[in-house]
């Protein structure tokens, strides 16, 4: 069987990247730039022996309008129109995310999709919000496809903590991840990871994990950091999907703040509490309350000092972010994957017939 996984950035192939652990497969990308990080970023991140250069999977560069040659399976991250030949392929949009935030680009071209991967009730909505309407066989249940190995345990926190440098005696301390997103959705990085720094390194261990669109300002920041004497900061690169997952941050932090990132949801699986960072971003979905995160967590509008709210927060009951993981996503129970391989295997089937 013939599998292939298309994303404009490599950070968006991390929501396919359980798929292709277990099946294989190649990757697709438009830009010689995408594929150069791509070679870079994953090097290493396949076991010898198998063809693979420098232990990289196979990646190419193809225009999405040159795909009627692909037999098998091509699953996209991004909403972009993969025109492959429905008598040798089947098309499969999974996206990288399901936050408030509105598609990108013509959220119509999705409906030229043969199926659609549904995290959740949550997903539902977010198509209803955009008025797409799919035919119901086209509509796949599968669930987080990223959840599963925290579900599942198979994330060693001593492990993620050594690769990150953090030293053994600030182990006790907690950990407070800051995933913010980027210019679009009004991220908060430029404002508040300078004052993030300073105040709850006070205390605590503190993870800046920025949207791929804003890691070019990591390097001003680290420096930025040593130049003012703090410590407990350390930075997370969504590119590095293979030994940085946003999974892997969950895993070792204790509470997140974030802004309108999905990452928000996301954060549900751990029943952790939750901090937004409040912008005045307006282009997002409606939705209704009981999926609604901002209608449970707690708010850091720039009046109080954040290292107070993160406090407050951590001593907080937690019981109502489960309560809403629920309403969010199907299943986790940690076999999304299985759901989508035994998918994907089915599709193929009928494919060779």
């Given amino acids: 069987m013939n599998t292939y996984y298309f994303a404009n950035q490599i950070y968006q192939l991390s929501y396919a990247w359980p798929i292709f652990n277990r099946i294989g497969g190649e990757f697709i990308v438009r830009k010689y730039k995408t594929l150069l990080k791509f070679k870079r970023f994953l090097r290493g991140s396949v076991k010898s022996g198998s063809g693979a250069f420098l232990g990289t999977p196979v990646v190419k560069r193809r225009k999405l309008r040159y795909v009627s040659d692909l037999t098998g399976v091509v699953l996209s991250q991004s909403n972009a129109w993969v025109r492959n030949d429905t008598d040798k392929s089947r098309s499969i949009f999974i996206g990288h995310g399901t936050g408030d935030k509105k598609y990108g680009g013509k959220a119509h071209t999705l409906l030229n999709y ?61 950990t407070v991840l800051y995933a913010p997103t980027w210019e679009w959705g009004n991220g908060t990085l430029e404002k508040y990871a300078k004052p993030f720094m300073k105040q709850i390194t006070q205390e605590h261990n503190l993870i800046i994990r920025p949207h791929h669109f804003d890691s070019h300002r990591v390097p001003k920041l680290k420096l930025w950091a040593k130049l003012n004497g703090i410590k407990r900061v ?34 549900l ?17 409606n939705m209704p309350d009981t999926m609604n995160v901002m209608k449970i967590a707690d708010f850091f509008r720039g009046s109080e000092k954040i290292l107070d709210v993160v406090n407050r927060n951590l001593a907080s009951d937690t019981s109502k972010y489960l309560e809403m993981l629920h309403n969010c996503f199907y299943f986790n129970d940690g076999k999304s994957v299985d759901r989508a391989v035994e998918f994907i295997n089915g599709v193929a089937g009928e494919l060779k017939q």
């Fill in 269 to 285: 699986i751990t029943g952790k509490p939750i901090v937004i960072a409040n912008t005045d971003f307006s282009g997002l979905h």
């Fill in 114 to 174: 043969q199926y659609v991967f549904v995290s959740g009730p949550k997903h539902m909505e977010k198509f209803k919000d955009s008025d797409l309407i799919f035919p119901e066989s086209s509509l796949v249940k599968i669930g987080n496809l990223r959840f599963d190995d925290y579900v599942n345990g198979k994330l060693d926190k001593n492990a993620i903590m050594n690769r990150m440098g953090v030293p053994e005696t600030d182990r006790a301390r907690k």
């Fill in 234 to 267: 350390y930075f997370s690169n969504s590119n590095r999907i293979a030994v940085s997952d946003t999974m892997h941050d969950f895993a070792v932090s204790d509470i997140l703040i974030s802004d309108t990132s999905s990452v928000l949801y996301e954060y």
